[in-house]
């Protein structure tokens, strides 16, 4: 199985703020990452699929970048209702996996 | 409107087994791959299984391999997780999810339509 290593876990940020999440691979899987947001009591919302893909509909802030085993998403400029949980997950082979998540929180 | 919807989910003593549904409209359903992922409480999300657009090829998650089955029948758009031999560590809101383009379970695209989600309790 594909170990998928993200991080931070959580880390608390403030309106405006440019967030960095990573997430690291244990294999390799090409361009077959993707990226959600999750809202408490809510369902996974796609943002990025393919690494780089933005979901229509998502915000332009948000990007994703990386090939292989590491990826990065990116928040340019934090607003409000970005704060959420943010997980990985590949794509690349059964069974899928995702990220443990990683909790951006009010500073 | 593009929209999943997940039923069946309750409450069943160890051992037991359950059905899950999930109801699919506004898209051509054949054409896509099907997930199921679930979330434990207060936790993070686990694949629990997979179906090809035609229903020929299905995969499963380690925790659950040999327990549960995976079907869809594409005349009616719906798809459904069988669940045997149910344990406490099964407890989760289980999700119903669209792949977002094609197919095949694995491809570099992500689920792109969730459901709200149905509860399972495994308790006695």
């Known amino acids: 199985d594909i170990q998928m290593t993200q991080s931070p876990s959580s880390l608390s940020a403030s309106v405006g703020d440019r967030v960095t999440v990573t997430c690291r691979t244990s294999h390799y899987i090409s361009n077959y990452l993707n990226w959600y947001q999750q809202k408490p009591g809510k369902a996974p919302k796609l943002l990025i699929s393919?690494?780089?893909s933005l979901e229509s509909g998502a915000p332009s802030r948000f990007s994703g970048s990386g090939s292989g085993t590491d990826f990065t998403l990116t928040i340019s400029s934090l607003q409000p209702e970005d704060f959420a949980t943010y997980y990985c997950?590949?794509?690349?082979?059964?069974?899928?996996?995702f990220g443990g998540g990683t909790k951006v929180g009010i500073k | 409107e593009v929209q999943v919807l997940e039923s069946g989910g309750g409450l069943v003593q160890p051992g037991g087994s359950l059905r899950l549904s999930c109801a699919a409209s506004g898209f051509t359903f054949d054409t896509y791959a099907m997930s199921w992922v679930r979330q434990f409480t207060g936790q993070g999300l686990e694949w629990v299984s997979g179906?090809?657009?035609?229903?020929?090829?299905?995969f499963y998650g380690d925790s659950v391999k040999g327990r549960f089955t995976i079907s869809r029948d594409n005349s009616k758009n719906t798809m459904y997780l069988q669940m045997n031999s149910l344990r406490a560590e099964d407890t989760a809101i289980y999700y119903c999810?669209?792949?977002?383009?094609?197919?095949?379970?694995?491809?570099?695209?992500?689920?792109?339509?969730w459901g709200q989600g149905t509860t399972v309790t495994v308790s006695s």
């Open positions: 179906i090809s657009g035609s229903g020929g090829n299905t």
């Open positions: 997950q590949q794509s690349y082979s059964t069974p899928l996996t």
């Open positions: 393919a690494a780089t």
């Open positions: 999810a669209k792949k977002a383009v094609g197919k095949t379970v694995t491809d570099p695209y992500g689920l792109d339509v």
